[in-house]
């Protein structure tokens, strides 16, 4: 091993350290910006690739699970596993408690967790997501089932992924729009 290898490694730990902390900042930041009891907590990497975005809290959220946790974050897992994502590179949120959030307010929050995070693809896993996405990101419309580049982040809608989960045949069809996502290769 080269003389102060193992220094240059720990400083490395440390600076990685130091961003991580800054990251969990900065969404902790953006969380008071909506701050609602009956918001479910995110959770996920700091550094994740993938960003899954739920509109509204379902089954597991209103039982007190975090954001994106059950049986649709586990579907969601699987996909993006099946595409030869990392599953453990997710960040997973809930744009909003309930719909009478002020639109303002979840869009800034999002779009200061989109920034925090900086994911390298956003999936919004049903249409109030996809709204909210578009609103936080300043595009007009987020159309579902089709891959869109924003200023090199790949965003993508898919029609209700946890109402899927008992519907074979929207399954099938929210499956066929996550395929549409392939990791990308090195930047080079």
């Known amino acids: 091993m080269p003389a102060g290898s193992d220094t240059a490694r720990t400083s490395s730990d440390g600076l990685a350290e130091a961003y991580a902390d800054k990251v969990r900042s900065e969404l902790e930041e953006a969380d008071r910006l909506l701050a609602s009891e009956a918001l479910p907590s995110s959770s996920g990497d700091p ?4 960003m899954l975005v739920k509109g509204l809290p379902g089954p597991a959220e209103t039982a007190g699970d975090a954001a994106v946790t059950g049986r649709d974050g586990d579907a969601a897992g699987k996909a993006l596993q099946a595409l030869g994502f990392d599953p453990e590179s997710t960040f997973r949120t809930l744009a909003r408690a309930d719909r009478a959030n ?3 307010l979840v869009y800034a929050r999002l779009r200061l967790q989109v920034e925090a995070v900086d994911p390298d693809v956003v999936v919004a896993l049903d ?3 996809a709204a909210d996405v578009a609103g936080a990101l300043g595009i007009a419309r987020l159309e ?3 891959p869109m580049d924003d200023a090199g982040r790949i ?3 898919v029609d209700g992924l946890e109402a ?3 519907d ?8 066929s729009q996550f395929r549409k996502l392939a990791p990308r290769g090195p930047a080079w």
């Open 127 to 129: 249409s109030v997501a």
């Open 144 to 146: 579902t089932g089709v």
């Open 155 to 157: 965003l993508l809608a």
């Open 102 to 104: 002020p639109d303002e």
């Open 164 to 166: 899927s989960l008992d």
């Open 47 to 50: 550094f994740a690739a993938v």
């Open 168 to 175: 074979e045949k929207r399954k099938r069809r929210v499956w």
